[in-house]
């Protein structure tokens, strides 16, 4: 593996975290992802067994029914009970965060919906002592959803009183399609000047580096495999031309089909970082 890079997957744990940590020495990561839960609910389910996880680095994705913006209590008091029990478990396995998508507004408004994403933040920090972060991702910008753009993170960290408790998850597919051209090295400099004018670059703890079906700002979240989309080869080579980019772990969430996705993925990385 090419030391200069960090790289890892998002993997299944439905046949246990042994075999998922056996996969992650297969395909020879650095690091790697699983849901936290069943990613379609935030019912209680039954957690897999506690083992000692033999990476330093690796993250929880929460589900994606969480929602910390949402104005209904129900689907509220549900999201932070679920990401407060995942963050603990997280910890106790020895996590180094758990991705968050921000949530969604839901026609409530966008400075409601991020007063609600602060209030729950608070709430499950003042409740809980861990050394896992809470690690919110920006996203595609769809409908009411928040967190595509840079002021949205602004807001969240500079209203919360320990900021020190949570990251940035950057997506490339997400920042793609939200409107930042991120295919040439000058729309780079452009779009990480925009966002690292506004929020530190030390918040960032790592990227999900997926290609986009969807065209630049058309809101479409739709993961597509390195260089087949429409942020292509080129600019992933561009991308990872960027320290910022290249120092941070770089963990796929590209398609699973067909069968070797995965390391068709990890090597075009490391065949588009060889020239730096």
């Known amino acids: 593996m090419d030391v200069s890079l960090c790289l890892g997957a998002h993997l299944f744990i439905s046949k246990g975290l042994l075999k998922t940590i056996e996969e992650a020495h297969r395909l020879e990561l650095c690091t790697f992802q699983f849901f936290s839960r069943n990613p379609r609910s935030l019912k209680d389910s039954k957690r897999p067994e506690k083992i000692k996880i033999p990476f330093d680095i690796f993250f929880l994705h929460s589900p994606y029914l969480l929602n910390l913006a949402s104005p209904e209590e129900d689907i509220y008091n549900s999201s932070k009970r679920a990401l407060l029990e995942d963050l603990i478990w997280g910890d106790s396995i020895g996590a180094t965060g758990i991705v968050v998508h921000p949530g969604s507004h839901k026609g409530a408004g966008r400075e409601r919906g991020l007063l609600r994403i602060i209030y729950a933040l608070e709430e499950i920090i003042n409740k809980s002592s861990t ?141 588009l970082s060889s020239d730096f």
């Open 131 to 271: 050394r896992c972060k809470i690690i919110l991702e920006n996203t595609s910008g769809s409908g009411t959803e928040l967190g595509a753009e840079p002021e949205d993170f602004e807001f969240i960290i500079d209203n919360l009183k320990d900021g020190s408790r949570v990251g940035i998850c950057i997506d490339t597919c997400h920042l793609f399609s939200a409107g930042f051209d991120i295919r040439t090295r000058g729309s780079i400099e452009t779009t990480f000047n925009r966002w690292f004018s506004i929020i530190e670059p030390s918040y960032v703890i790592l990227f999900h580096t997926n290609d986009s079906k969807g065209s630049l700002g058309s809101h479409l979240d739709r993961h597509m495999h390195i260089g087949e989309g429409e942020i292509g080869e080129e600019g992933f080579k561009n991308l990872l031309s960027f320290s910022l980019f290249r120092d941070k772990p770089l963990i796929i969430e590209t398609p699973k089909e067909p069968p070797g996705s995965d390391e068709r993925n990890l090597k075009k990385l490391k065949e």
